[in-house]
C-alpha cells in the first residue's frame, strides 16, 4: 500500500511539471522569429490567403487566448473549447492541434512516429545495458588490470564522442565500403508483408514470413543502435564500475572473503544487486541525452521517427508540432523518473515506500 501511494503521489506531483513544460514550451515557440504561414506560401502570398490560414490555425487570436486554449485542449478530462473560447466540461480527450506543415492533427503524426523512435530507444538501452553492466563488473573484479584499462578507455571514447559522428563513421565503413549494412530508415517488425495476412495468423507459413522479416529488420537497426546506445553504454560503464568497487569494499564483503566465501560468489550474490541503484538511477536521467541523441541519429539515418517530427517542426515554425512533440517528450521522461524510483524497491529490499518513508 506505500508503494501504491507513493506512485499515485509522483503522478500528481507530475502534473505541475507538465504544465510547466507546455507554457515554456508554448511561450518559446511563439517567440522563434518568422512566420509559419510565410515558409507555407512562400515569400510573396496573397493576404487574402494569408489571412485565411491565419484564422484557420487560430493565430490571428491574442497569444494570451491561444495560450488558454491550448491549455484547455491538452487537459485530458475537464477542460474543452467550443471556438476557441475555453470552458468546464467533463469531456476526455487530448487535443495536440493541427500541424501547420503537414495540415494533419498533431496526435496522428505522433502517433505514426513514436513506435520507430520507442524502437530506436528500447534496442539502444538494451545494447546498452548487455554491453555495459558485464563490462563494468568485469572492470571492477579486475581494477587496474589490463581488463581494466580497456574498459576504462572504452568508455571514455565512448562519453566523449558524439552519437552523430558514430553513426557517420558506421556507414562509411558498413554501409559505404564493406556493404554489409543498410544505411537509412527503419523496418518495423511488426509490419509484416501481405503474404502473412494472406497466409493466416494459425499457418506454418505465417510464422515462417514473421520470422524471414525479422532478418531485414535486425540489418536496418544494428547501425543506429550502435550509433545511440554508445554514449548510453559507456556512462552506464562507468557507473557499474564505480558502484561494484563501493559494493566490493563493504564490511560484509570482507567478512564473506574472511569465511572463504568463492569471489563469484561474493559478486552474483551480495554485492552486484545493491550496485545496480546507481545504474537504475543513470538510466532514467539518461532518457533526456537519449531524446536528444535520437533527434541526431535520425536525422543521419534517414529514420522518420519522432526526432525528424520535431526537427520538421522546428524549421518550419510549426507551433502545435513543437509543443505537441515536445510535451509527449515531457511525458515520457517524467514517467520514466518515476518508474525509476520505483524500481528501486525491487532491486534492493532495503528501499521501502512505506508510510513512514513517503
Known sequence: MGLFRYATRRLLQAIPVLLGIATITFFLSNAVPGDPIDIMLGPSPAQEQKAAIRAKYGLDRPLWLRYITYLGDVSPIWLSTVDGFPYVAPEFGVDLGRSIHFGAPVTEKI?????????????????????????????????????????????????????????????????????????????????????????????????????????????????????????????????????????????????????????RKILRKHAFRPAQLPVITIVGLNLTTAFGGAVLTETVFSINGMGTLILTGVLNIDYPLIMGTTLVFGLIFVLGVILTDISYAYVDPRVSYGDQEA
Do not use: C
Request: overall charge neutral; proline content about 7%.
Open 111 to 263: 502517433k505514426e512516429r513514436l513506435p520507430v523512435t520507442m524502437l530506436l530507444m528500447g534496442s539502444a538501452f538494451t545494447f546498452a545495458l548487455v554491453t555495459a553492466v558485464p563490462l563494468g563488473v568485469i572492470s571492477a573484479y579486475r581494477r587496474n588490470q589490463p581488463t581494466d584499462h580497456v574498459s576504462r578507455v572504452v568508455a571514455l571514447v565512448g562519453v566523449s564522442t558524439p552519437s552523430f559522428w558514430i553513426g557517420l563513421e558506421l556507414i562509411i565503413v558498413f554501409s559505404f565500403y564493406l556493404g554489409w549494412l543498410p544505411s537509412n530508415s527503419l523496418v518495423m517488425p511488426w509490419n509484416l508483408p501481405p503474404a502473412a495476412d494472406q497466409a493466416g495468423l494459425l499457418s506454418v507459413e505465417f510464422w515462417r514470413i514473421a520470422a524471414s522479416h525479422q532478418v531485414p529488420v535486425l540489418q536496418h537497426l544494428i547501425l543506429p543502435t550502435i550509433s545511440l546506445g554508445t554514449l548510453q553504454m559507456a556512462a552506464i560503464t562507468r557507473i557499474e564500475r564505480s558502484a561494484m568497487l563501493e559494493q566490493l569494499s563493504q564490511d560484509y564483503v570482507q567478512l564473506a572473503r574472511a569465511y572463504g566465501v568463492r569471489d
